[in-house]
């Protein structure tokens, strides 16, 4: 169970409609970019930052690989994860929180 700064990240990542929709969509087998956009209703573009985003969570991973006509596709497949919440576990987290990140959003100052 991620704690604290970690804890705080992971549930930002979690906090996309988008990125939910995407997990789901990779719950059962890998997908490569294209076909998961077009599965999804969205651009690649705006899938490629969701990607990334669950990538550097640690909730997907991906691998490049070559189709039969030379082209590269990049597959993602969904990293197994449990998040179990609790009062408890909530808060350990917060006696782990960074107290010069605590309260900080991008760009403002959490105010």
Same mark, same amino acid.
């Given at each position: ?5 970690? $804890?705080?990240?992971?549930?930002? /990542?979690? +906090? ?8 789901? @969509?990779?719950?059962?087998? !890998? ?22 985003? $669950?990538?550097?969570?640690?909730? /997907?991973? +991906? ?8 082209? @590269?596709?990049?597959?993602? !497949? ?34």
């Amino acid at each position: 169970m991620p704690v604290g700064d970690e $804890l705080v990240r992971l549930l930002g /990542v979690l +906090a996309s409609p988008h990125r939910l929709r995407v997990l789901a @969509a990779l719950t059962d087998e !890998r997908n490569y970019v294209s076909q998961l956009a077009r599965e999804l209703g969205i651009s690649r573009p705006l899938l490629q930052g969701h990607l990334k985003k $669950l990538e550097s969570a640690g909730l /997907v991973s +991906a691998e490049l690989e070559l189709s039969a006509d030379g082209k @590269a596709m990049k597959f993602y !497949r969904l990293v197994p994860f449990s998040v179990h919440l609790t009062p408890e576990t909530v808060a350990e987290a917060a006696r782990t929180i960074d107290p010069h990140d605590a309260g900080q959003t991008k760009g403002g100052s959490g105010t």
